[in-house]
């Protein structure tokens, strides 16, 4: 059975360039930890996430699937449109 993707860490490291082993340095932990992080086999704690987004420079909503994209969006057309 294929395990739920909660996360898009190891998504978003690619896209920012960004290794797995960069990640555990910056975050005080070893690398066998971020990579069953980036491999959803583990979750990082929501301060953890928070943290892991700050390094990043993103918001923490994209580093969760189902919570990325689609609603900053949603939210920037609603501030476009308030403006």
């Not at 059975?1 to 978003?12: A, D, G, H, P």
């Not at 959803?40 to 420079?57: C, G, H, R, T, Y």
Request: proline residues 2%; contains cysteine; positive net charge.
């Amino acid at each position: 059975m294929e395990s739920q993707k909660i996360n898009r860490l190891k998504v978003v490291l690619v896209e920012n360039g960004k290794t797995g082993k960069w990640l555990a340095e910056q975050v005080g932990k070893n690398e066998a930890t971020v990579s069953r992080w980036c491999s959803n086999k583990m979750q990082p704690s929501l301060d953890m996430l928070v943290k892991i987004a700050e390094l990043l420079n993103v918001d923490p909503r994209q580093l969760i699937n189902g919570g990325h994209n689609d609603s900053l969006r949603q939210n920037e057309r609603y501030f476009i449109i308030r403006i």
